[in-house]
């Protein structure tokens, strides 16, 4: 007698694979797809599993790994059938007028591969590498859910109730409508056709499909469109409107931000906003005229916003003299606003006689400047 490991299917998952020790006769094989397999190891080591945990069956199939033996070709030499050894003395007929052409095309006898097989009833077993392929790349997919490291690139194939039905690599995948984009689509059918990143967010037992997120993608560009808006703050922006408030517009732009547009930084008369002459889906231009946090951008159509900070090392000169406002009181110092968008430190060691509190007009000295750090550096006069 000697040990040996077959792996036996559990469930209707593919890749729900156990593997069992026994032990049979020297040269002895057995396949453990086979419905008779349950009943011969009971036989034979004693104690298994019940039937109806191992869920065994004659229409079970698994992937495994094969090496391929042998291709057969018609007249035309276009390759028909192939044969793959699966292990343990099987080998696995493959009907290649069903397989993917790029498979065939690649298909040498030697390669090693991945394969979907299927027992039959005469103990003959078929099996397809597209499948075992689909099957692989089903599991990959599944895998990465909640992963926000990982998206995959993808097709909108089809609009249907709720949402649409995507291909990612093949793989049929459902996204619903409120997923598809950072805010609410205003033409569902715009998206058909387009190819899009998305992410694994959940499973749909109801559809028995993946569900995958356009949305969790375009959140996870946030930052790195934030840092690239700061370096181009003056550059003109063309976007479109997401949505109508009363007290503004907000518009999408750079694929993945939405900023509000006040009802003073808009370019159109109160009369022409209020008549609702503005619709979600306008293409519409502006400027950032400030970015507060990620989820909070301030838009304008007054023009390019004008920097202080260009000209402060010609305005605050070291040694020179100036007006301005205490706006916050630390433990280190005192904040004071030179004018809007500037503001420099008084540090405590200089109000060591000195009490300010928020709110008080002081004369400072300017001590130096650093324009491309947003810095000022203060003294009490």
Known sequence: MEEQIIKIQKSDDPFDIEEVTVKLPKGMK?????PYVLDYLEKTIGEMPSKSDLNIAEDQEQITKGEVVSIKRNDE????????????????????????????????????????????GNGEIVGSISEAIEAVKRKEIFDAIGDKSIGFTAVIKELIHGGYWVDVAGIKTFMPGSLAGMNKLHNFESMLGKEIVVMPITYSRDKDTIVVSHREYLQTMVPTRIDELRENSKEQITGFVTGTTAFGIFAQFNECLTGLIPKAELNHSIGDFNSRDIKAGDEITFWVKEIISNKKIILTQAGAPVDPWEEAAKKYTPMSEAEGKVTKITNYGAFIQLEKGISGLIHKSQLKEVELTKGDIVTVKIKGVQPQERKVSLSLV
């Open 30 to 34: 057995v396949l453990s797809t086979e």
């Open 77 to 120: 030499g276009i390759p028909t059938e192939a044969l793959v050894d699966v292990g343990n003395k099987f080998t696995s007929y493959i009907n290649l007028r069903k397989e993917d052409a790029t498979i065939v095309d690649q298909l040498e006898i030697g390669m090693h591969v991945d394969i979907k097989i299927k027992p039959k």
